[in-house]
């Protein structure tokens, strides 16, 4: 498509797409927050809970950056 192979689009897709949806995933989360009148604490609770899945995810990456030799 567009002079792209298929693997070409997959990782753009979980590279940038999957980083996209992660920022917009901690908007939600401030969303949330802001809506529920959480206050600061509130809020650091909410970012901790609900965006740790998002650094081990970007800890993955980072790992596998690192076991690849490229660090």
């Known amino acids: 498509m567009f002079g792209y192979s298929e693997q070409q689009i997959a990782q ?11 920022v917009y995933m901690v908007f939600i989360i401030l969303q949330l927050a802001r809506e529920s009148k959480a206050g600061r604490f509130g809020t650091f609770v909410l970012l901790l809970g609900l965006g740790f899945g998002m650094v081990g995810y970007l800890a993955k ?3 596998k950056w690192f076991m690849t030799g490229v660090g």
């Open 12 to 22: 753009f897709g979980l590279s940038w797409g999957v980083g996209a949806f992660m």
């Open 61 to 63: 990456g980072v790992i």
